[in-house]
C-alpha cells in the first residue's frame, strides 16, 4: 500500500460493518457548558469489546490472505483484544504479547477471547521485542497496534462518522499513544474538512509521541504507570507510519498530569453516569483544566474505552488515593 488516503478509510468502513459498530456520538450537557458550544463524546466504549481497536484489529484480519498460521502482537490490552476476537472470527491462533503493567482485566478480557497470552518484560518494547520474534520464529503475522496501514485505516472510519454526525466540528481531541487512532481521523476528517483542528492528548508522564515530535524523529521514552495505561509504551524507533503522519497532520499535542485524568474520569461518572478508562478520558482532562485554547465552535473526543480496572475505579470515584509507582495520586470528593 502505498501513501494511505481517504480511499483506504472508506474501504475499510466496508470491510468492518456488521462486526465494529457504528457509535453514538451524544453531547454532555455539563461540558458544553464548561465549553460554551456543544462538547461531543463518541462512544468507542461501546463496542463490543470496549474500545476502539476492533476497528483496525478487524481491517487487518480480513485483509489477510487465506493460509495464514495465526496472527501476534504486542498490546497494552485493547489491542490485543481486537485481535483476538477478530481472528477467533477467522478461526486463526492468535498470540498476545503484553509487558507486566498491562491491567489484569485486560489480560483476563484477552484470554476469555480463546487468544494465547505472553507477559514479556516491564514496557511495550518488550512485548514488541517478543511478538517480532513470534513472527520470524514461528510465522506468524504481526499486526502492529499503531504502526500498519489497515490498523490506521481501520481507526479512520473514526472520523468519518464524526464528519457525518457533525460536519459542523471545530475540532476532535483525540486520546495519543503510538498514534494509529490521531492519524486515522486525523486523515479522514481533514480530507473532508481540511479547516477542522485535530488535538491529540497524552499524560505528561511517558508521552512518547509528543517527545518525538518534538524531536523530529521517533524517540525513547520512560514507561511509568499512568491511569491512562492504554497510552503507554513507545511509538517503535523504526516507525513508518503513523510518526510521519501525526508530525504532519496534528495542529498540537497536549498534555494532562494524572491528578487531571483522576477527576475528568470523576466528572465523567458524575456528569454523565459513564464508566470509562484513564486513556479515554484525556480530552476532557485538557477541557476541564483549561489547557485548550478558545474554538469557534463544538468539539468532540472520543471515549476510546471502558476496560478500566474496577478497583481503581471505585477507588477514583470513592475520592481515595491511588497509588501508581512512585506516585500517589491524592483523593478527593468530586466538585461540580
Ligand atoms: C490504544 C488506545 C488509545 C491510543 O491509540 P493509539 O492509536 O495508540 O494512539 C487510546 N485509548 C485507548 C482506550 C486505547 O486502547
Known amino acids: 500500500m502505498g501513501e494511505l488516503a481517504l480511499a483506504d478509510i472508506l474501504a475499510a468502513r466496508r470491510a468492518i460493518a456488521g462486526v465494529a459498530l457504528r457509535t453514538p456520538l451524544i453531547a454532555s450537557p455539563f461540558l458544553s457548558r464548561r465549553l460554551g458550544h456543544d462538547f461531543l463524546l463518541k462512544l468507542e466504549c461501546t463496542q463490543p469489546i470496549g474500545a476502539f481497536k476492533l476497528r483496525g484489529a478487524v481491517n487487518a484480519v480480513s485483509n489477510l490472505p487465506s493460509g495464514v ?65 513470534l513472527a520470524r520464529e514461528e510465522g506468524l503475522v504481526e499486526i502492529s497496534p499503531f504502526d500498519d496501514p489497515l490498523v490506521i485505516a481501520g481507526q479512520g472510519t473514526i472520523g468519518l462518522e464524526l464528519m457525518e454526525d457533525r460536519p459542523d466540528l471545530a ?114 482532562a485538557a477541557l476541564t483544566s483549561g489547557r485548550l485554547p478558545a474554538f469557534a465552535g463544538p468539539v468532540a473526543t472520543i471515549l476510546t474505552g471502558r476496560n478500566v480496572d474496577m478497583t481503581v475505579f471505585t477507588d477514583i470515584v470513592s475520592g481515595r488515593d491511588v497509588l501508581l509507582g512512585d506516585l500517589t495520586i491524592k483523593g478527593h470528593a468530586h466538585a461540580a
Not at 91 to 100: K, P, T, Y
Not at 216 to 242: F, K, Q, T
Open 171 to 284: 475540532a476532535v481531541l483525540v486520546p495519543l499513544s503510538g498514534g494509529g487512532l490521531a492519524a486515522g481521523i486525523t486523515l479522514a476528517a481533514k480530507a473532508i474538512r481540511p479547516d477542522i483542528r485535530v488535538i491529540g492528548i497524552s499524560m505528561d508522564r511517558g508521552a512518547a509521541m509528543h517527545a518525538s515530535i518534538r524531536a523530529g524523529h521517533p524517540v525513547e521514552v520512560g514507561e511509568v504507570a499512568s491511569l491512562a495505561d492504554s497510552l503507554g509504551g513507545g511509538i517503535g524507533l523504526a516507525n513508518r507510519l503513523s510518526f510521519p503522519l501525526c508530525r504532519r497532520l496534528l495542529d498540537d499535542v497536549v498534555l494532562v498530569s494524572e491528578e487531571e485524568i483522576y477527576r475528568a474520569m470523576q466528572t465523567l461518572y458524575y456528569e454523565e453516569r459513564m464508566v470509562a478508562e484513564g486513556a479515554s478520558v484525556v480530552g476532557i
Open 69 to 133: 498460521m495465526g496472527v501476534t502482537c504486542c498490546s497494552t490490552g485493547n489491542h490485543g483484544r481486537g485481535v483476538a476476537h477478530a481472528a477467533r472470527a477467522r478461526g486463526l491462533r492468535a498470540v498476545v504479547c503484553m509487558s507486566s503493567l498491562v491491567p489484569k482485566t485486560k489480560v483476563d478480557g484477552i484470554r476469555a477471547l480463546g487468544a494465547e497470552v505472553r507477559i514479556c518484560g516491564s514496557s511495550q518494547d518488550d512485548a514488541l521485542a517478543e511478538s517480532q520474534r
